[in-house]
């Protein structure tokens, strides 16, 4: 069986790959502001009718920008520390790619139509992404392409906390149906709560956890940054 590729961290081909991955997101984000698109002299007559003709994709914009950006340091943070990669990782990372590219597409549904069906949309791409992204980390560590491994506590940890974004994401989309759209968006807030809680509540205790031995790969954090 031949021998699995891997790019070592110092290699062209791995600078290349993170170049080409920051590029993508730095394009998702720059795409977002094409979504506000309502310049109309009625648009821009107010402040009050420029509220109501862009405000909507405004609120859209806004926190879209707030997730690429998130998802582009998470995502740079972690790849930057790989100490090599390999096609398998490659390729989850254009799965990431993919859905981060399909954030302005969603994001100008959710901004122009007051539906359940844009929210649902957007939650299952972002749910979906962040699972990618999360998956990259957890490959990585299991085959030995970053410069130190997780303890069991510290694996526990970070799969918690990994959790806690999609399970708000796609628990919003019965709320876009069943109560309103803008409601099932504000329960999106809770993030800012329950990810540093469940932080605070599974973060390993000093000396929890013996160190890999044997392995190229020793211990590291939880990678929750």
């Not at 859905?99 to 597409?105: D, K, Q």
């Not at 992204?133 to 410069?147: K, Q, S, Y």
Request: aromatic residues 8%.
């Amino acid at each position: 069986m031949p021998e699995r590729v891997r790019f070592a961290h110092e290699d062209l081909e791995f600078a290349r790959a993170v170049t080409f991955f920051d590029a993508i997101f730095a394009f998702a984000v720059t795409l977002l502001i094409t979504t506000v698109d309502d310049f109309s002299p009625e648009a821009w007559s107010s402040l009050q009718a420029l509220n109501d003709a862009n405000g909507p994709s405004l609120r859209a914009f806004t926190i879209s920008f707030v997730v690429v950006v998130s998802f582009w340091r998470a995502h740079h943070q972690g790849v930057t520390s790989l100490s090599a990669m390999d096609g398998q990782l490659l390729g989850l990372n254009c799965v990431v790619m993919f859905g981060i590219v399909l954030i302005p597409f969603t994001t100008e549904a959710l901004g122009k139509l007051d539906l359940p069906l844009p929210v649902a949309v957007y939650a299952v791409d972002i749910a979906l992404t962040y699972l990618a992204l999360n998956a990259v980390e957890l490959i990585a560590d299991r085959r030995g392409m970053r410069p130190t491994r997780m303890t069991r506590s510290e694996l526990r940890s970070h799969m918690a906390i990994s959790v806690v974004l999609p399970l708000i994401f796609l628990g919003s989309i019965p709320i876009a149906y069943l109560v309103s759209p803008t409601a099932a968006e504000l329960t999106w807030l809770l993030i800012a709560l329950l990810i540093p809680f469940v932080r605070r509540l599974t973060r390993p205790r000093a000396g929890a956890g013996a160190a890999t031995t044997g392995s190229p790969e020793p211990i590291t954090r939880d990678g929750s940054e």
